[in-house]
T-cell receptor
Framework: SAVISQKPSRDICQRGTSLTIQCQVD?????MFWYRQQPGQSLTLIAT?????????ESGFVIDKFPISRPNLTFSTLTVSNMSPEDSSIYLC???????????FGDGTRLSIL | QKEVEQNSGPLSVPEGAIASLNCTYS??????FFWYRQYSGKSPELIMF????GDKEDGRFTAQLNKASQYVSLLIRDSQPSDSATYLC???????????FGKGTKLSVKP
C-alpha cells in the first residue's frame, strides 16, 4: 500500500491566521481525500482532490475556507484559512489506490487554534 | 445520504475475552466494508475489510458481514489491553471513492 506522509504533524496557531498542510504519497494516485476529525468525533470528508481539476467539496465546506491544491499525482495541500478555535481538529489525508485497495491514512495533522 | 451507525460505547471487556463490535449501514447497495482501529492521538489504521457475506478471519480478528440485515461486525478474540482503542466502521461513500465513517466504538480491555 502507498506510504502517505503529512506535514506538519501538529501545530498551534493564532486565531485569524492560515496554515497549509502537505500530503506526499510515494506512488502516483488518482484521488486524494482530505478529512477532518473534530475532538471526540468521527471522520468527515472535506473534499476530494483530483489532479488537473478543481477539488470537489462536501456540503458545509467551501473553497475560500479550505483551498486545496493538487499539482501532480503524488502531492496535495490543504489550507485552513482564517482559523478560529472551531477549526481545532485532526486533518487527515487519504488516497484511493489502484485495484480497489482499501484506503490508508497519513499520520494526520493535529491543529490547535488559540 | 449514506449512514453508518455504531454504538459509541465504551465497551469494556476483560483481558482474554471476545470483544464484539457492531455496525449497521443504510445503503443496501454497499459492496465493501472496512474496519479501522484508532488509538488516542493517532490516525486510523486499517485492520480488516470484507466484501462477501459470511466471515473473514485474520489472526485474532474476524469480520462478519450480513448484507440482508445490513450488518457488519468485528470480533476480537483473546482481547489484549493493547486492543484498547476506538474502532471505526466505514463504507464507500459514492462516486468520489471516499469513505463514510461511523462515529466509532471505544473499546477498553481491562487487565
Amino acid at each position: 500500500s502507498a506510504v502517505i506522509s503529512q506535514k506538519p504533524s501538529r501545530d498551534i496557531c493564532q486565531r485569524g491566521t492560515s496554515l497549509t498542510i502537505q500530503c506526499q504519497v510515494d506512488s502516483q494516485v488518482t484521488m486524494m481525500f482530505w478529512y477532518r476529525q473534530q475532538p471526540g468525533q468521527s471522520l468527515t470528508l472535506i473534499a476530494t482532490a483530483n489532479q488537473g481539476s478543481e477539488a470537489t467539496y462536501e456540503s458545509g465546506f467551501v473553497i475560500d475556507k479550505f483551498p486545496i491544491s493538487r499539482p501532480n499525482l503524488t502531492f496535495s495541500t490543504l489550507t485552513v484559512s482564517n482559523m478560529s478555535p472551531e477549526d481545532s481538529s485532526i486533518y487527515l489525508c487519504s488516497v484511493e489506490e489502484t485495484g480497489g485497495q482499501p484506503q490508508h491514512f497519513g499520520d494526520g495533522t493535529r491543529l490547535s487554534i488559540l | 445520504q449514506k449512514e453508518v451507525e455504531q454504538n459509541s460505547g465504551p465497551l469494556s471487556v476483560p483481558e482474554g475475552a471476545i470483544a464484539s463490535l457492531n455496525c449497521t449501514y443504510s445503503d443496501r447497495g454497499s459492496q465493501s466494508f472496512f474496519w479501522y482501529r484508532q488509538y488516542s492521538g493517532k490516525s486510523p489504521e486499517l485492520i480488516m475489510f470484507i466484501y462477501s457475506n459470511g466471515d473473514k478471519e485474520d489472526g485474532r480478528f474476524t469480520a462478519q458481514l450480513n448484507k440482508a440485515s445490513q450488518y457488519v461486525s468485528l470480533l476480537i478474540r483473546d482481547s489484549q489491553p493493547s486492543d484498547s482503542a476506538t474502532y471505526l466502521c466505514a463504507v464507500p461513500g459514492g462516486s468520489q471513492g471516499n469513505l463514510i465513517f461511523g462515529k466509532g466504538t471505544k473499546l477498553s480491555v481491562k487487565p
